[in-house]
């Protein structure tokens, strides 16, 4: 994957940078920890403007994260409920943590977006629940660009300033990334798990 993406990055500069972040936002398997480090060594290689790697990969970012949000905007919550309601074992989601979910977006949205951007996996999902409960698009967009630009910034200096050794960065970033997955995926099924068990104690009680 590094060949194609350093080839990429060096026909095209910084616009290939913005393309493959929008793609990485959209298709989270394109990891960033892989882009933005190897454009931060092309531009120490080749004398260019680490400013404009940085600004690219947030534009690039922040377009797919715009595309979430605008997504799930448009669905809304409340379309979405039922759908959640009925499958809600799949989900592991019922009434009661929804409006749960909607309470916490209403009061922490800003930091949820704004932390979430620096989280890997996590800064790729955290646009779905901030448009399908319509969180403020100003603040929306303010928070997003702040933990994006934070992120892109932290991974292109590393490229820039490790040179060929940016696979030191895919070396600390790769296990968390992976924590992260099997994290999520170990509470879900631990929800899924236990979800009729839920379910019938949310009936007796």
Not at 172 to 187: E, K, Q, R, Y
């Amino acid at each position: 994957m590094n060949d194609w993406i350093g080839q990429l990055i060096e026909n095209w500069g910084t616009l290939a940078v913005a393309f493959l972040m929008f793609v990485e936002t959209v298709f989270p398997p394109i990891p960033s920890e892989v882009i933005m480090p190897l454009a931060g060594v092309h531009a120490a290689q080749q004398g260019g403007s680490i400013l404009g790697v940085i600004l690219a990969g947030t534009a690039g970012a922040m377009a797919g994260n715009i595309f979430w949000f605008v997504l799930a905007w448009k669905l809304g919550l409340d379309r979405f409920e039922g759908f959640l309601v009925r499958y809600g074992r799949v989900f592991t989601m019922d009434e009661d943590e929804i409006a749960r979910g909607r309470a916490l977006f209403d009061r922490y949205g800003a930091g949820l977006v704004g932390v979430g951007r620096i989280i890997p996996t996590i800064r790729s999902l955290i646009s779905v629940p901030a448009g399908l409960v319509r969180m403020n698009a100003r603040t929306f967009l303010i928070f997003s660009t702040l933990g994006t630009f934070i992120w892109t910034m932290g991974l292109a200096l590393a490229g820039y300033f490790l040179g060929r050794n940016f696979a030191e960065v895919d070396r600390i970033l790769g296990p968390l990334s992976t924590a992260v997955i099997l994290g999520c995926f170990a509470v879900y099924l631990y929800r899924v798990i236990m979800w009729n068990r839920w379910k019938k104690k949310k009936k007796t009680g």
